[in-house]
């Protein structure tokens, strides 16, 4: 195969994945109609349809569904291979595709990253925002960061922070007017912020746990956002009660900017984890970033 047909195939991974030629475009640089002219001419080439295309979205064919299936894995061992070529070189090189919360960002990782960045001029960081449970592997990302409990077994897992609590917050101006609450049945009585998890549109339940008890309470409230940014700022103004990493918290407590409730109810888990595949042949960049991001008591 000649090498314009492998790019072809590459493209129109890009596009079965993301479900929409905007998309694919924006991921790749290009125009649209650059997009559907390679994809046209590939479908020409193989006599076949791959896509099934509508004024909303894109989704493949029975024939595009086989191509997907068989076909990525093959282009993403060549991608690796190539990337592992790096290690031949002086310095180490490449850009590593992470996704991750944005507090795990804040964090974690930009702290961690820092010096390993300013040593390594050659090394790339891709750092992309997601609440969601994300497929790493179907959406091309070199790792990903989540709790621990969320890692799957078929991940390799390297521990980047410590054990973490989450706290639930109100401001001292919420209080005025409401009662403090004393379990987390109570929470159904308040105005909550809920955070939207954008993998299947859902809201996030609030975990709680004492001793051999374990719960989840769906909440109710005024307001929805799709980042804890956004709820930390809303719970600082009085707006209802969030349920926030206690490190990002923390500081506001101390100052009496925001008050805790349900402390006993919220017991430690796992910190943060990095995640990615076990099948992957780390290239020496790669390496060097898990070193740097490594959990060391």
């Known amino acids: 195969m000649r090498r314009g047909n492998l790019d072809d195939l590459s493209v129109f991974l890009v596009v079965a994945r993301e479900g929409s030629f905007t998309k694919a475009a924006a991921k790749l640089g290009v125009s649209q109609s650059a997009l559907s002219y ?3 001419e590939l479908e020409a080439r193989l006599k076949l349809r791959l896509l099934t295309r ?13 191509l997907l299936r068989n076909v990525s894995p093959r282009i993403e061992e060549i991608e690796g291979e190539l990337a ?24 974690v990782l930009l ?46 897992a390297v ?31 308040h105005n909550c912020i809920n955070l939207r998890l954008p993998t299947h549109g859902g809201l996030y339940a609030w975990e709680f ?14 307001l929805f956002f799709s980042t804890t940014t956004q709820m930390f700022h809303a719970a600082l103004a009085g707006l209802g ?28 888990y796992p910190g943060y984890h990095l995640y990615y595949p076990s099948r992957r042949q780390p290239s020496a960049a790669f390496s060097l970033l898990v070193e740097a991001l490594r959990h060391r008591p």
């Not at 590593?96 to 964090?107: G, K, L, Q, S």
């Not at 592997?137 to 077994?153: C, H, I, P, S």
């Open 84 to 107: 592992a070529l790096s290690d031949l070189r002086e310095k180490p090189s490449g850009t590593i595709r992470i996704t991750a919360t944005e507090y795990a960002t804040d964090a």
């Open 159 to 189: 521990r980047i922070g410590p054990d973490a609590r989450m706290a639930v917050v109100g401001a001292p101006s919420y209080f005025k007017n409401q009662p403090v609450p004393k379990k987390p049945q109570d929470l159904v009585e």
């Open 111 to 156: 702290p961690k990253l820092a010096k390993l960045l300013r040593e390594n001029s050659d090394i790339k960081v891709e750092i992309v925002s997601d609440y969601g449970l994300t497929d790493i592997v179907a959406q091309r990302f070199d790792a990903g960061v989540r709790d621990g409990e969320q890692v799957t077994k078929d991940m390799i």
């Open 38 to 40: 390679t994809i046209k």
């Open 54 to 66: 509508t004024t909303r979205s894109v989704s493949p064919t029975a024939a595009g569904e086989r």
């Open 241 to 268: 009660l969030a349920y926030l990493p206690e490190g990002l918290v923390q500081p506001h407590i101390n100052k009496g900017r925001l008050k805790r409730v349900l402390d006993d109810w919220c017991p430690p």
């Open 209 to 222: 746990g004492k001793g051999s008890r374990e719960l989840k309470v769906r909440v109710e409230g005024q």
